[in-house]
């Protein structure tokens, strides 16, 4: 049976308070705080298992937040037969939309027809396929570009013949800390600036040494390790022939291309495809590539790919970009399972998870997006189960996420607006869309913009930053600025400095 040495309330090493362990004992050990780490803390946690993840640097700081900021099925996964991975992700993408509408809203795709490689017939045929398999859920099934599109016809070249489908749109690196938060709440230590040292198995437990200093003992570990999930093995002592490739995906980010809150999908000469999003209301990001690298550290932009993704848009756009127009880009790199495709967009998108029990268990993830984490959460406990003595229960399919119990959204926005105007418009879309149902209690005692403290520029002020800090392990300015509030792109070297200085003298 679970570990239960939950003697007293403590504060675990990032400050987020949870229910809390009274020992270094504990039934899993996850290494590795992105999407797939952190959705599965939450649904150990939540099952009842004593949890520790351990993340050595941020949240969600590489990978889970250089996506392409979708919830979606993966319309062009059907190309290559993934017909069960578009199924489960459309199913999840249902469920997501319901547990956290603050953080995931739909978006409508236009797939202009103009420059085509594929044959109208066939996209068509894979829209009716898509929306086949996205039965039971609630969006809006794919349609002709009407001629009384006007918004979304008039920034495109051409006659602009094509489709309308619908997808959503999420905050990436905030949908991974709503499930740490959850995890947190539910009993799990979420340890950040922590990484694991090495482990080693001993009798029926792993003994692990931390960064931090402490010796740990788990029934069980988890390898979420991302693009370092082959570099764990050493670490752990175990051989493994399972082999990750890991593919480099990068966005530019270039002044707003087209009015509107709906994104494009863009065919390319190359079979690929590339979309352009709004972002961050002045701008639009556009991604993604497809390169193989050889480390986790090449996660960065190169100017081959900047020059790709302005020519990608260049001929469905009335307005050309070059690269002297891209103000910021974002670059990761996936972790997918090497299962010998030739090229790396035809690489699986789906997860793998490799069970280890020759001892205690070892569990490790391949692959996997950001949609269909929930799932995968589900997944891993179910087969790890057996080796832990538990019954494996299915206990967030239908469970909100931290300040996803708004309702509906826009109401939700509106009242926010009516008790707290002096936060302006614009201000209160963002902390609305970033905190949800939550922003009551971190407003609870605000009753003017005196009230939230010093400002620091970028709309952020002290009662924000605090909140960060002590409830989302918030630690420097890149936390805040590039993982939480996506404010990076506005702020100024000013209120990066302040941000900074405030962590600096903060305890």
């Known amino acids: 049976m679970p570990i239960k040495e939950r003697c007293f309330d403590r504060l675990s090493t990032n400050g987020v308070r949870g229910e809390g362990l009274a020992t270094d004992r504990y039934d899993l050990l996850i290494v590795g705080g992105g999407i797939n780490g952190c959705a599965i803390a939450r649904e150990a946690a939540l099952t009842g298992l004593s949890v520790l993840l351990v993340e050595r640097d941020d949240l969600a700081q590489h990978t889970s ?41 739909p978006m409508a795709f236009v797939l202009p027809h103009e420059n085509a490689l594929r044959p109208w017939w066939l996209v068509r045929a894979g829209l009716y396929l898509y929306d086949a398999l996205a039965a039971g859920t609630t969006l809006p099934r794919s349609r002709r570009l009407r001629a009384k599109d006007a918004a979304y016809r008039a920034p495109l070249t051409g006659a602009a013949k094509g489709f309308v489908y619908y997808d959503a749109f999420v905050d990436d690196a905030r949908l991974t800390l709503a499930n740490a938060i959850d995890a947190a709440e ?53 051989a493994t022939t399972s082999h990750v490739r890991l593919v480099k995906g990068s966005h530019i980010v270039v002044p707003r291309l087209y009015d509107g809150d709906h994104a494009y999908i863009l065919q390319q000469a ?79 998108r789906d ?5 280890d029990d020759a001892g205690p268990p070892l569990l490790s993830v391949f692959g996997g ?29 239908d469970r909100p996420f931290p300040g996803g119990d708004t309702g509906d959204f826009a109401t939700f926005l509106a009242a926010v607006r009516h008790r707290f105007p002096f936060l302006g418009d614009q201000r209160s879309a963002r902390m609305a869309h970033a905190y949800g149902a939550r922003l009551w209690e971190m407003l609870a005692e605000v009753r003017a913009i005196a009230d939230m403290g010093p400002e620091f520029g970028a709309g952020l002020t002290a009662v924000e930053l605090g909140w960060m800090r002590t409830r989302e392990w918030a630690r420097n300015a890149a936390d805040v600025l590039d993982r939480r509030s996506k404010l990076r792109l506005t702020a100024d070297a000013a209120t990066v400095a302040a941000v900074e200085a405030y962590f600096r003298e903060t305890p």
Request: net charge neutral; charged share 30%.
């Open 186 to 238: 539910a009993g799990a230590e979420i340890a950040t600036r922590t990484a694991l040292l090495a482990a080693r198995r001993k009798d029926d437990h792993w003994r692990a040494t931390l960064s931090d200093g402490r010796t740990v003992t788990a029934r069980a570990v988890v390898n979420a390790a991302g693009p370092w999930v082959g570099d764990l093995f050493a670490k752990v002592g175990v």
């Open 351 to 355: 997860y793998i998870l490799e069970l």
């Open 369 to 397: 997006k950001i949609t269909t984490a929930r799932h995968l959460a589900e997944d891993a406990l179910a087969k790890i189960a057996p080796a832990l003595g538990i019954d494996a229960r299915r206990v967030t399919r």
């Open 270 to 348: 190359d079979g690929r495809v590339v979309f352009a999003i709004p972002w961050l209301r002045d701008f639009t990001a556009i991604g993604t590539t497809d390169i193989p690298v050889d480390r986790p550290e090449d996660a960065r932009i190169d100017a081959e790919e900047i020059a790709y993704l302005c020519e990608a848009v260049t001929p469905y756009f009335d307005r050309h970009i070059t690269p002297a127009d891209v103000v910021d880009s974002w670059s990761g790199v996936r972790p997918l399972y090497d299962d010998g495709a030739s090229d790396a967009k035809a690489v699986t």
């Open 65 to 105: 937040s250089a996506s392409s900021k979708l919830i979606h099925g993966g319309l062009r996964y059907l190309e290559y037969r993934e017909f069960g991975l578009v199924r489960e992700a459309l199913q999840e993408r249902e469920r997501l939309i319901r547990a956290a509408p603050h953080l995931i809203h």
